[in-house]
């Protein structure tokens, strides 16, 4: 068939049944007009899809079908309901489909972390090489401690929240290369790792923990997720398997953007803690204690409810015909 020739000859109809469609009021005449018009398109999509499921005009069909639809029914989408659905179902099994690829990533910054650390910590040329010793005393004494104090808290917390989910946004976004993720990934296992062996040094790495740890258990976590989420995004790309690799792609973006949305949340509360735990005069246990029941909630609620939404079918994607995968019925 020529697509051309019969998006030529139906043109005039789809545009009528998108103006319809959309229109504020119909009159009975209008409507009767849109009801023929809405079975005729479904036919006609039917038609597109057998032989062009990822065109343009079967996607645009499919949202104006969609919106007749809706002009039958009186059928409008539920803002409370949608939210409850977002966080029960949508956002926790997006993240427990994750899981694995989330603690590969946290292994690997372990990994790299660990191996700059006992580097850094262990051998005196490494440590004159990254400043003098004054500039190296002066830091683990003064310059780690005051970034946490030297702004008011709130101020500092919104700085922390806007940065980390800006970088977790990237991670998400630009994973699609193939690289973005594992340069996040290593450049900030490097700056943690050396950090820690510079204080290894000094003989105050539980100064060093103290500090970075009870907001660092879910903020670096959050990282983790956001790397994993953006490969799995570049692996639909390389390894579409039997779907085709737009919709691979499209059905992972669109389940990991809910991944990203979760993680502004999951960074406010990193945030949160940051700016008033960590500097806090609170005993270190307190403080750990705290970070580390942050970081218990977050994989309770992927492990219980993540589990459960996924057994049950979802991926944090949009339903099928949402995103324009099924044929709307006449």
């Known amino acids: 068939m020529d697509m051309d020739a019969f998006s030529a000859v139906n043109g005039d109809k789809w545009s009528r049944l998108h103006e319809l469609a959309f229109k504020r009021r119909l009159t009975g005449e209008e409507a009767d007009e849109l009801?023929?018009?809405?079975?005729?398109?479904?036919?006609?999509?039917?038609?597109?899809?057998?032989?062009?499921?990822?065109s343009g005009l079967s996607a645009s069909l499919s949202a104006t079908l969609a919106q007749a639809r809706t002009r039958f029914t009186g059928a409008r989408s539920n803002f409370m309901a949608d939210l409850a659905r977002f966080f029960v179902v949508a956002l926790p099994a997006a993240l427990y489909r994750i899981t694995w690829?989330?603690?590969?990533?946290?292994?690997?910054?372990?990994?790299?972390?660990?191996?700059?650390a006992l580097w850094i910590g262990s051998s005196p040329e490494a440590l004159r090489s990254l400043?003098?010793?004054?500039?190296?005393?002066?830091?683990?004494?003064?310059?780690?401690?005051?970034?946490?104090?030297?702004?008011?808290?709130?101020?500092?917390?919104?700085?922390?929240?806007?940065?980390?989910?800006?970088?977790?946004?990237?991670?998400?976004?630009?994973?699609?290369?193939?690289?973005?993720?594992p340069m996040i990934l290593f450049s900030n296992a490097q700056g943690v790792g050396i950090a820690a062996g510079i204080f290894a040094a000094a003989g105050k790495s539980d100064v060093f923990y103290s500090y970075i740890l009870p907001h660092g258990l879910m903020e670096l976590t959050a990282v983790f997720i956001a790397c994993a989420a953006g490969l799995r995004?570049?692996?639909?790309?390389?390894?579409?398997g039997p779907r085709t690799r737009g919709r691979a792609v499209a059905e992972e973006g669109r389940s990991l953007v809910t991944v990203a949305l979760g993680l502004v949340l999951v960074l406010f509360v990193s945030g949160l803690v940051e700016g008033f735990v960590t500097p806090s005069p609170l005993p270190v246990w307190a403080k750990l204690a705290i970070g580390?029941?942050?970081?218990?909630a977050y994989w309770l609620y992927v492990l219980v409810w993540g589990r459960r939404a996924y057994l049950s079918?979802?991926?944090?994607?949009?339903?099928?015909?949402e995103g324009g995968y099924t044929e709307i019925a006449a």
């Open 35 to 54: 009801l023929r018009l809405y079975q005729a398109t479904s036919a006609h999509l039917s038609l597109i899809r057998s032989l062009a499921p990822e």
């Open 101 to 116: 690829l989330t603690l590969a990533c946290g292994a690997a910054f372990i990994l790299i972390g660990g191996a700059y």
């Open 131 to 181: 400043a003098s010793d004054s500039a190296l005393k002066q830091y683990v004494e003064e310059d780690f401690i005051d970034y946490y104090s030297e702004n008011p808290a709130a101020s500092f917390a919104g700085l922390v929240w806007t940065n980390n989910a800006w970088i977790s946004a990237q991670a998400v976004a630009l994973g699609i290369t193939g690289i973005w993720v």
């Open 233 to 240: 995004i570049f692996w639909a790309m390389v390894s579409p």
């Open 292 to 296: 580390s029941a942050v970081l218990g």
């Open 313 to 321: 079918g979802a991926r944090g994607d949009l339903s099928a015909d």
